[in-house]
């Protein structure tokens, strides 16, 4: 017995050593556990969360770059790369649309706002501001505009991921005008760099279980779990909606690839965890676009189409947004009618797609709907304040798992899969991880190379002894 108690004992710490799930998954109960019985000293553990989130972000830019530009060049036809970017904005505009529509559908039904019977005119209109910093969504001219860049340099340093996909689209096709012959270097060293930046994002995500600890114990400790009875039935709504989508997305994913979203799930366990306990999807896009190509999809479609739906395809943030609008209307008592909720759709049709990277985005949008709809009060927004929060991991794993969804099915779409390897990686015959490729280089150089390396071993090996490539 003791020796079973002890073989018990070294499996669960080598579990807990070697499984990043393990890990985010104790730090999460850790965090709720501080939070709870120490909210003042969880509250102040939110620089752990940040850090990790800016570390991490730091790496997003160039590793976009880097992916898209050897995808253009190795997929070898721009005209492709170019009907990808056109298959996944229809997929992206099809897919909101629906979430918009099945927010507003539930939001009728269930009326998690009915019977609150608030006046807005005790509500704090400043605070909305406050949330907001007050910012302003652009306009579409304004969001096309801002995402071109106005400097090469400027684009990686604000971390503007379309302004870095509009860099990385001109320098490969710039590749491919020229060809191999007149700069046989860059491509080689572009893989290269690929490879450091997901050999650093690896080093970064061992601090992955610190910043959900230090995140989740913040949350707790500051918002509490009041919320939980105050706005409990909008909280079911939400997540259940969620959860509808998800297998609309599920059987969606099964027609158009054969492949099962379950499965994928269970395959980035990890990373949807970590993304849930920080609250942001940006923690792992790196290690999605990794696996994603590990699972078959085409480096060009990954590069494009994942980074693309960070700002065109925010489905969890689209079914937040729609039941919201009615939560509200229905708990000043306003009643909207079909034409208004018709508004409701278009207006966020529009406003969702230009909310990534602005602070307080989702009350931007609900305060644009709102004054489109012109019966109800901007300051009746402040009522999701004490919610939005907690709705972060509704919209963060809603949104991540339907870019992901719309990578398989664009790559799909564009006979950018590989099917047979999907399925065995998605069944674990295969390693999660996408295989380092060794870069291609010139022949003569290679040639070159391989000479001075013969003659440097053979003058290193002691008394003819030849060193075999293990002892290397």
Not at 45 to 63: C, E, H, N, S, T
Not at 117 to 130: E, F, I, Q, R
Not at 295 to 304: F, K, Q
Not at 386 to 400: C, E, F, K, Q
Request: charged share 15%.
């Amino acid at each position: 017995m003791p020796h079973a108690n002890g073989t018990l004992i070294r499996r669960a710490g080598r579990l807990l050593r070697t499984s990043l799930f393990a890990q985010v998954l104790i730090a999460l109960a850790l965090g709720v556990l501080v939070g709870r019985l120490w909210p003042g000293a969880g509250s102040s553990l939110q620089p752990l969360g940040d850090g990790f989130v800016r570390l991490i972000k730091a790496m997003i830019a160039p590793l976009v770059f880097c992916v898209v530009v050897a995808g253009i060049t190795k997929a070898g036809d721009l005209k492709a790369f170019g009907r990808i970017g056109v298959k996944a904005l229809i997929w992206f505009e099809v897919a909101t649309s629906i979430a918009l529509v099945v927010g507003l559908l539930a939001g009728n039904v269930f009326a998690p706002g009915a019977g609150m019977h608030v006046d807005p005119a005790s509500l704090d209109k400043g605070a909305v501001d406050a949330k907001t910093g007050g910012g302003h969504l652009p306009s579409a001219a304004q969001f096309v505009l801002e995402s071109l860049p106005n400097s090469a340099v400027g684009a990686f340093a604000e971390n503007s991921l379309l302004q870095v996909l509009v860099l990385a689209c001109l320098v490969g096709a710039a590749l491919l005008h020229l060809g191999q012959k007149k700069v046989p270097a860059i491509l080689p060293l572009i893989e290269q760099a690929q490879d450091v930046v997901f050999t650093i994002v690896g080093y970064i995500m061992k601090l992955a279980p610190l910043a959900v600890f230090g995140a989740t114990a913040h949350l707790v400790g500051q918002y509490g779990l009041g919320a939980m009875s105050t706005y409990g039935k909008l909280i079911a709504v939400c997540y259940g909606v969620a959860l509808a989508f998800l297998v609309l997305l599920g059987l969606a994913l099964k027609a158009v690839t054969g492949l099962s979203l379950w499965k994928f799930v269970r395959y980035t366990r990890e990373e949807l965890l970590l993304a849930l306990g920080t609250g942001s999807s940006e923690t792992v896009m790196p290690r999605m676009m990794q696996k994603l190509r590990a699972a078959g999809c085409r480096d060009d479609a990954v590069g494009l189409v994942l980074p693309t739906g960070y700002s065109f395809n925010l489905d969890g943030a689209s079914i937040y947004l729609s039941i919201g609008t009615l939560f509200i209307a229905q708990a000043i008592g306003v009643d909207l009618s079909l034409g208004q909720q018709i508004t409701v759709v278009l207006v966020l049709m529009l406003t969702s797609k230009g909310m990534a990277g602005v602070p307080g985005s989702a009350f931007l949008a609900l305060s644009a709907t709102a004054s489109a709809l012109g019966v109800i009060p901007a300051a009746a927004v402040a009522l999701l304040l004490g919610v939005d929060r907690i709705m972060d991991s509704m919209r963060v794993a809603t949104n991540l798992l339907g870019n992901c969804v719309a990578v398989f099915a664009v790559s799909r779409w564009e006979g950018a899969l590989d099917r047979v390897t999907a399925k065995k990686v998605l069944n674990g015959e295969l390693p999660a991880e996408a295989p380092v490729e060794a870069p291609a280089r010139n022949a003569a150089l290679d040639g070159a190379a391989e000479t001075v390396e013969n003659a440097a071993e053979n003058a290193a090996e002691p008394d003819g002894i030849a060193v075999t490539g293990a002892e290397k």
